[in-house]
């Protein structure tokens, strides 16, 4: 009895273990991608100078950007404790990760980078944002049909292919997906 207690303990703790690597990694990616692609690239496109547009505009910026941040954020802390593991292809997850979210749409972290390029270029009045949002689009299809879609397909097989059929890469579904049901 003793030792199966040791036992379950190891594998708390070694949960446990794994999840800390899991948040350590996840923050470092953040800092490190969209930290990147959203903050550091804008700035040096921009150096954060604003050009004075329409009021209403600069506002709804601001609401983009903040969305943004409110969908990018928890979906990093998703990959840490239902998937154990991280955005990062380098220390994926242990599981696929289908809840929040994900279950509307695959893809919201990078719909929540592009909110918050969007964002900045409104509130900046910086329109050539616009045009890095669109190569920004255009890179991460790219990469999504190129290399994750196939790997997520060869590493969770059926499971990823049921998920697939029934949340949308780009486009939100009206209602959430729930995990056997079409």
């Known amino acids: 009895m003793l030792g199966g207690t040791v036992e379950l303990v190891a594998l708390r703790d070694d949960a446990g273990v794994a999840k800390i690597r899991a948040a350590v990694g996840s923050l470092l990616f953040l800092a490190i991608a969209p930290g990147m ?97 669109v190569g920004f689009g255009v890179a991460v299809t790219a990469f999504v049909l190129g290399y994750e879609e196939p790997t997520l397909v060869s590493r969770f097989g059926e499971e990823y292919d049921s998920y697939r059929s029934a949340v949308p890469r780009w486009l939100p579904r009206p209602s959430p997906w729930r995990r056997g049901l079409p």
């Open 37 to 133: 692609v959203a903050g550091l690239v804008p700035w040096l496109i921009t150096g954060w100078s604003v050009h004075e547009w329409f009021l209403p505009v600069r506002v709804l910026g601001v609401a983009l950007i903040a969305a943004g941040l409110a969908f990018l954020l928890p979906a990093f802390v998703r990959f840490v404790f239902e998937g154990i593991g991280t955005p990062a292809p380098v220390a994926p997850t242990e599981r696929l990760v289908v809840g929040g979210a994900y279950r509307y749409v695959r893809n919201p972290m990078y719909l929540a980078v592009a909110a918050v390029i969007v964002g900045q270029t409104l509130f900046l009045g910086q329109a050539i944002l616009l045009l890095y949002a």
